[in-house]
């Protein structure tokens, strides 16, 4: 065994011991003091002369086998590979130590519920839908069963009157907004809320439609803001995303009168209008306006996004326009998540989960509300979905917020993001805070970071983030003092 020379560990210094003796081994070999061929003790004889553990020294031999630097040979040691003498190029300089990061638990909106999700129901559906004889044709507008389900579940779950012949499955909102656009003439403009939905934006600017973003407020989008020679306007009435409001009712019927006086269709995105916990809903757009408005709605919020599975009410005359287009170019969503959901509602088991759904939900947006709260912060929005808004200050304490949950292991969602280049509303800053996709114990501890963040971020030197003291809180039911 070759001499090691004189290492020092620093207990007391912020660098594990194993960082620094990779360090010092490493500085060895570069200086000269060990040469390629010389053996190193083993990590028992090392750990003994430098009273550490063997959990050390073995970490710090790791480090120089994957770097080259050392190499074993088995029943006889470990020995330098590189230093200065070996022709090899100069020691890569040292590294910085860095932290080990912290699995992230995703607080950001979007992703479904999977705790509440009965894996039996799922499994029985899985093997209802196999036991289906394979598919000989095609079918444009979707699987019949799932288009009569559809067709039951708007009625019973958001009170929208439509046969299955009124129904055609999609692959999801984003897809069915494309498909839309693709039946609309070239050079066409389409209206989106602003701050809004940014894949719905893609999907329209990758169909070459040219987007106008209009204005959001307390009260929906703001229609009095839509401009003249539109082909249709993208909204989430319901819900909207992200600031969590739902557009009033004089909103919508202004809205479904603008449509039917200046030729244009209302895309109304439902994409969670089944979560609602203590607030009735208005009446859909779908419904005020049958003969201008295309209703859309996704099983990714309730059940899971792998099954690809959404549903179009429309309209004859664009419904035939979507059918040709599929039969066209052979393009069509894949029925097995059709089958799967169709299964699941046949079963009663889609209801269960529904029920199971908002139950769960509901209690952990006030587990959200007080974490926010704790921070002398307020969360808005109806009470409805998985997400809540917490508006900040400015861009600056958001993007501060952001990274500092990031650093503890929380992954959070900004506000600007939502909003369209040049939008109307771009200065508007905060989180858009879902509460969905971890665990009720993964949410728990989150927000025990979330909560110190916020209360450390708030001011962040540059003015304090908007607290509860700003002013009242606008709910569905009015002003909250």
């Known amino acids: 065994m070759t001499g090691i020379p004189p290492l020092v560990l620093d207990r007391a210094a912020g660098v594990p011991l194993a960082v620094q003796l990779a360090d010092a ?59 200065a003498g070996a022709g090899e190029a100069a020691p890569a300089p040292r590294r910085p130590v860095e932290r080990p990061v912290p699995a992230l638990v995703d607080l950001r909106a979007g992703s479904p519920c999977l705790e509440v999700l009965d894996r039996a129901a799922w499994r029985r559906a899985w093997r209802a839908a196999g036991d289906s004889a394979p598919d000989g044709r095609p079918e444009p507008a979707g699987d019949p069963d799932f288009r009569q389900a559809v067709a039951e579940h708007l009625l019973r779950h958001r009170g929208l009157v439509a046969g299955p012949d009124d129904v055609l499955a999609t692959a999801g909102t984003s897809a069915a907004v494309a498909e839309v656009a693709r039946t609309l003439p070239p050079g066409s403009r389409v209206a989106v809320e602003d701050p809004g939905y940014q894949r719905v934006v ?82 859909l757009l779908g419904a005020l306006g049958p003969d201008v408005v295309v209703h859309l709605g996704t099983s990714s919020k309730i059940v899971s996004p792998t099954l690809g599975v959404g549903w179009l009410v429309a309209p004859a005359s664009l419904r035939a326009d979507v059918l040709a287009r599929r039969v066209a170019t052979g393009s069509r969503p894949a029925r097995a998540g059709q089958r799967v959901l169709a299964a699941m509602a046949a079963s009663g088991d889609l209801a269960r989960h529904l029920r199971r759904l908002r139950r769960e939900l509901g209690g952990r947006r006030e587990e959200v509300r007080a974490a926010v709260a704790a921070a002398g912060l307020r969360a808005e929005g109806d009470p409805a979905g998985a997400h809540v808004l917490v508006p900040l200050r400015d861009g600056a304490v958001e993007a501060a917020v952001l990274a500092a949950a990031a650093d503890r292991g929380v992954a959070l969602d900004g506000l600007a993001r939502h909003s369209a280049a040049g939008g109307a509303h771009g200065r508007r800053a905060g989180l858009v805070l879902g509460f969905a996709a971890p665990s009720r114990a993964e949410l728990r501890d989150a927000l025990a970071v979330l909560a110190e963040v916020l209360a450390e971020r708030a001011s962040n030197g540059r003015g304090p983030a908007l607290r509860e003291e700003d002013g009242p809180e606008i709910t569905a039911e009015g002003l909250r003092p």
């Open 202 to 283: 893609g999907a329209l600017l990758d169909e070459g439609v040219e987007v106008v973003p209009v204005p959001v407020d307390d009260d929906g989008l703001v229609v009095e803001e839509l401009p003249a020679d539109l082909a249709a306007v993208y909204c989430t009435p319901a819900h909207q995303y992200p600031l969590g409001r739902r557009m009033s009712a004089a909103r919508r019927l202004a809205l479904v009168a603008r449509a039917r006086a200046e030729g244009w269709w209302v895309l109304e995105d439902d994409y969670d209008g089944e979560l609602r916990y203590d607030v009735a809903p208005l009446p």
């Open 25 to 83: 081994l490493r500085a060895a070999a570069a200086e000269g003091v060990l040469r390629p061929g010389d053996r190193l003790p083993s990590t028992r004889e090392l750990a003994t002369a430098l009273r550490v553990s063997r959990t050390v020294t073995a970490a710090a031999y790791d480090q120089l086998l994957a770097e080259g630097w050392a190499g074993g040979r088995r029943g006889v040691g470990t020995f330098v590979l590189g230093g």
